[in-house]
């Protein structure tokens, strides 16, 4: 029989080679997950009381709950504005004991009311594991889709690509970057250090307030904040791509991305909407993007979370993502 327990940490040290070993055996490994990345979350958010739960069978390490306490809610560390997914690291082949573990954890853990995963992806093991402990412990439990991250799956060529995507689509790829060549002079440049390029950051920031009020009114102090730790996290992990369109030598679109092992992610972007309305800059730099990712072997384009239409005009299908409530005091 095999013997389950868990250990509860609140520093970053105790957990940092826990965490190296089982990220890569994660079912949803994801550049979201990565430490450094949540760390980076957890200094912008105010560094909210830390609860990592390693739970071992045998006295080997299964799972890492990286958990955090705000108010009375215990949640991953990140949040639905910023982190696409959020996961627990668990061993596959050990789900059962690792959310036994878990359960331990949960029961005797004071300060809690409610559990709130949010961003989970479709195929985590989180839909499993906690069903059982609502279930035993007569807790509440609501699942909700969030929304949803369509998906490219790359074809081994640009030309292959070109050709699966459609008539029409191929031809106003082609149409709306050679129109934007003919009318000046075209350039690409990629930003995978923000060290070397010390106005990047601040470039992409301008260009991301002038595509919409929406996006303007995005940079809170906190967001301005996350985005300054994650992108020294991502230049030091070698995962940033800050992709900008240069149009006669002035940076006018730019898409912020993650290299992220056979995945190019596309996590935010920025254009000028009102000098460039009618050049189709967005649908250029989209293009040049996906070429781009092509031409370095990825397998996946992730567009990460929103469904609007125009990403899967792009070859794109949509995942869904999920959010989770548990809830105590309330049977299900």
């Not at 954890?105 to 402990?133: A, R, Y």
């Not at 390029?197 to 307030?209: G, Q, S, W, Y």
Request: charged share 20%.
């Amino acid at each position: 029989m095999s013997a389950v327990s868990y250990q509860e940490f609140s520093d970053w040290e105790n957990v940092t080679a826990v965490w190296s070993a089982l990220l890569p055996r994660s079912q949803t490994h994801t550049f979201f997950q990565e430490m450094t990345i949540q760390h980076s979350w957890w200094v912008s958010a105010g560094k909210p009381e830390l609860h990592f739960v390693v739970v071992s069978e045998n006295k080997t390490a299964i799972a890492l709950f990286p958990l955090c306490l705000r108010g009375n809610s215990l949640q991953f560390l990140g949040d639905q504005d910023v982190s696409d997914y959020l996961d627990a690291l668990i061993v596959p082949e050990c789900v059962d004991a690792a959310f036994e573990g878990f359960r331990q954890f949960l029961e005797h853990c004071t300060g809690w009311e409610k559990l709130e995963l949010v961003s989970i992806p479709q195929d985590s093991l989180i839909f499993h594991g906690i069903k059982i402990i609502v279930e035993r412990e007569k807790l509440s439990y609501t699942q909700t889709q969030q929304d949803v991250c369509p998906i490219i799956e790359l074809p081994a060529t640009w030309d292959g690509y070109l050709s699966a995507v459609g008539k029409k689509q191929r031809h106003e790829i082609k149409r709306k970057w050679l129109r934007l060549e003919e009318q000046g002079k075209v350039t690409f440049r990629v930003v995978t250090d923000i060290y070397d390029d010390p106005t990047a950051l601040d470039t992409f920031f301008t260009l991301h307030r002038q595509s919409s009020v929406e996006k303007n009114t995005f940079w809170t102090p906190e967001h301005l904040n996350y985005f300054t730790q994650l992108s020294a996290a991502a230049s030091a992990g070698g995962w940033l791509r800050l992709y900008f369109l240069d149009f006669n030598g002035v940076s006018v679109a730019a898409m912020y991305c993650f290299n992220y092992g056979e995945e190019l992610l596309i996590y935010n972007s920025g254009f000028n909407a009102i000098a460039f309305v009618d050049k189709s800059i967005g649908s250029v730099i989209t293009a040049f993007t996906i070429k781009n990712a092509i031409e370095q072997g990825k397998k996946r384009y992730d567009f990460l979370r929103g469904g609007e239409a125009y990403k899967m005009r792009y070859l794109a299908v949509a995942h869904p993502v999920f959010n989770i409530l548990v809830e105590k005091g309330q049977t299900p």
